[in-house]
């Protein structure tokens, strides 16, 4: 079968796509949807021509592998202009995804049937691009520019039912698509069967567009493309079709080339490419996962145990008296119950998904758990003696998972008589918002349970990334670094806001210290009470522990780096203390630039990523890079620590790292190994 087709049934061609796995519109669909749309046009059987696609769904979106690359007529926009040019009636028969360059041949058509189940958009900001085949041109023409600027820079699809409500569907199809749309196509009226978007106006007053540049200024911080967008439409209000086309043409031209969208098109391909695990494929068995037991109702158990709940798997939640499964259970309906309040499920939700959930003090009563989840206090006492009660309840073949941030999983394990069953699961906070799941294999844990980690992680809809034993595994060694380094600068002399604020800058959700803050100081400093001096450096962290001692434990306490009162202020108590601490290491106080922060901070990263990498714990450079941009916020129009270092160019971070180590010392500034052999290969 060719991959785009034409079949004429009476007075009806319909053309079909075929190009699995997402009929992304590479060069042969564009080539052949263009020969075939000049064929059905120019046969006076034809009356009207109904596009459809085969396999899953409707054209994803232009083929992003092909971005980058030289050019290859006929390109999307050319293919559009000849789609304008028909005068024949077009209809659009979709289902599925209809996403970017799909969606954007759909809205070249004349008309659009959805079957129930599709969902149209334009995510192109989330590849650091703008719609690029007409959507800023068209979209807004079709629906009005706000609701087009929601849906252009907001990235996100729609359903069919809000496409009906937009007025981007016209009819609804819950049986046979196909016919359906054939049905449509029959009964146009003659006067009005040929209806381009391109023919339409819209107009809108003109501080619209400020107006939603401020709206998005926060959750569209350094990022381009969105911005782009509004200029694009703003355009499209105010300038013929055509010279929109020109516009948004050149626009996307210029987002192509640019670093952010290479750096988002990098993220795209690595967070599909961190479940291709060698050795695991789709012949590896999975055990089902139908019920699931956590251990631990603190913040972290519950926010696990809700990921669950939230897909119809019953939880059972452990805990060590019925208070406290009382209070998990208290916690758990608090946080649905503020979904509710936010509109984001409905109270009837809440009530199905309550009900999943069952409270136990027994252990025996995990006894029928597929799946366990150990989430107790960080110690590794406590671990094991879990684990050992496990292995005495679990029924055979149940997947034994720990949730630890930073212990060996393989001393874990050695508690039970079955350490191939055992693996980790390491969740970040909050556990049922953060999209990633860090899936950490030992020296035992078998292909299956790896390969049912990974299903379970797409079925509660988090990206997992494999990682091997070491402390901290590939997030929490790498965010050490990050840390240790701005210890380090607040003792040589940088404040608290100015590194909180290079980092901010540089893309960061927030800086270290207000991290630090919101996490709880006193967690990080009892971790490291349990640590060989060797393994840190303790001088990073000691106003750390000076703060909690004097009862500065974060936000939890109303004060950390930072007080809590009204406005968020600067606690005058941190730099007296750091100029104790510099005093008591012998640590001279001095300027310390903007740069050199961001520089130590970056470069941190990149080293232990290497060392990561050369260790064997990450398998590739951009699973690390899917870690810290799911994890910790790295900005995604940097692509993460790996894709940026590369970026940066990596003899130039060589010779900084060298830099470091100079002036730093060699202890944390020895470069890694494998950087130096890729830097010399650059
Ligand atoms: C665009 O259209 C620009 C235009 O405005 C203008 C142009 C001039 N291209 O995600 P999955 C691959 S920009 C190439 O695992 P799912 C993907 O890599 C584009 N490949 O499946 C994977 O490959 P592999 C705007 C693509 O069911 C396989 O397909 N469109 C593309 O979980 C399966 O993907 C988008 O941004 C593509 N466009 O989700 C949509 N799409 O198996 C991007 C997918 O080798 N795509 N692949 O790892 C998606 O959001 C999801 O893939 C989709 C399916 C929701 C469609």
């Avoid at 023919?199 to 959750?219: G, N, P, W």
């Avoid at 809700?306 to 019953?314: K, S």
């Avoid at 107790?376 to 009660?389: G, P, S």
């Avoid at 310390?592 to 470069?603: F, H, K, M």
Wanted: glycine share 8%; hydrophobic share 45%.
């Amino acid at each position: 079968m060719p991959i785009v087709s034409a079949d004429i049934r009476d007075d009806i061609a319909v053309i079909t796509i075929d190009n699995p796995p997402v009929n992304a519109l590479s060069l042969a669909v564009r080539s052949g949807l263009s020969r075939e749309l000049a064929l059905v046009n120019s046969d006076d059987r034809v009356e009207a021509i109904v596009i459809v696609c085969a396999g899953r769904t409707f054209c994803a979106g232009a083929d992003i592998s092909e971005f980058g690359k030289p050019p290859m007529d006929p390109s999307l926009p050319d293919l559009m202009t000849e789609m304008d040019a028909i005068e024949k009636p077009l209809v659009a028969a979709m289902h599925g995804t209809a996403l970017g360059g799909g969606f954007e041949v759909a809205l070249c058509c004349h008309y659009r049937v959805m079957d129930t189940g599709t969902k149209v958009g334009l995510p192109e900001v989330n590849l650091g691009l703008i719609p690029g085949a007409g959507g800023t041109q068209r979209l807004p023409r079709l629906i009005g520019v706000n609701a087009a600027l929601d849906m252009i820079t907001g990235g996100k699809p729609i359903d069919a039912r809000k496409a009906v409500e937009l007025g981007v569907a016209d009819m609804l199809s819950a049986d046979d698509l196909l016919e359906d749309a054939i049905m449509f196509a029959r009964s146009l009226p003659p006067q009005d069967s040929v209806r381009r978007v391109s023919d339409l106006t819209v107009h809108a007053d003109s501080e619209i567009f400020d107006i939603y540049k401020q709206k998005i200024a926060k959750r569209a911080r350094g990022f381009l493309a969105p911005f782009t967008v509004i200029e694009a439409v703003k355009i499209a209000t105010e300038m013929p079709f055509e010279e929109g086309i020109d516009f948004e043409r050149e626009k996307f031209k210029e987002l192509v080339a640019s670093p952010q969208s290479k750096a988002q098109r990098h993220l795209f391909f690595a967070e599909r490419a961190a479940a291709k695990i060698p050795g695991i494929d789709r012949s590896t068995p999975t055990r089902a996962i139908n019920s699931v037991a956590v251990i631990g109702g603190g913040i972290m158990g519950c926010g696990i145990a809700i990921n669950f709940l939230n897909v119809g798997v019953p939880v059972t939640l452990l805990e060590v008296s019925s208070e406290a499964a009382d209070a998990a259970r208290e916690k758990i309906s608090k946080i649905y119950r503020s979904s509710v309040s936010k509109g984001r499920m409905t109270e009837e939700e809440l009530l199905t998904n309550l009900a999943n959930l069952s409270l136990s003090t027994e252990y025996e009563e995990l006894s029928g758990a597929d799946l366990i989840i150990e989430a107790v206090f960080e110690d590794m006492d406590v671990k094991k003696d879990v684990f050992a009660k496990l292995n005495a309840v679990a029924k055979p073949g149940a997947i034994l998972a720990t949730n630890t941030s930073f212990l060996d999983i393989n001393d874990i394990a050695s508690a039970t008589s079955r350490p191939e069953d055992v693996i980790g699961l390491h969740f970040f906070s909050p556990a049922h918002i953060m999209p990633l799941l860090e899936v950490v294999r030992t020296g035992d844990t078998s292909d299956d349970v790896i390969a049912s980690a990974f299903a379970l992680a797409k079925n509660i809809r988090k990206t997992p990334v494999l990682s091997g034993v070491c402390y901290g595994f590939i997030a929490n060694r790498m965010s050490s670094c990050y840390g240790r380094e701005v210890g380090l600068l607040q003792l040589e002399g940088a404040g608290v806001e100015q590194i909180d604020q290079v980092m901010y800058d540089f893309g960061m959700p927030m800086g270290m210290f207000t991290m630090l803050d919101m996490a709880g100081i006193d967690i990080g400093v009892m971790a490291r009470a349990k640590l060989s001096k060797d393994d840190y450096d303790e001088r990073a962290f000691a106003v750390h522990g000076a703060l909690v001692e004097r009862g500065h434990k974060g936000q939890k306490s109303g004060s950390g780096f930072y007080i809590y009162d009204d406005d968020k202020t600067l606690n005058s108590e941190v730099e007296t203390i750091a100029e104790e601490m510099a005093e008591k290491f012998g640590i001279e106080r001095r300027t310390v630039s903007d740069q050199e922060i961001e520089e130590r901070c970056v470069l941190a990263l990149v080293n232990e990523g290497y060392k990561i990498l050369e260790e064997g714990i990450a398998l590739k450079e951009s699973d690390i890079d899917v870690v810290f941009a799911l994890g910790f916020g790295f900005p995604r129009y940097k692509g993460g620590p790996m894709h940026y270092a590369r970026h940066l160019g990596l003899k130039n971070c060589l010779k900084n790292i060298e830099k470091y180590a100079n002036t730093q010392g060699e202890r944390w500034w020895t470069p890694s190994a494998l950087l130096v052999k890729l830097a010399a290969e650059e």
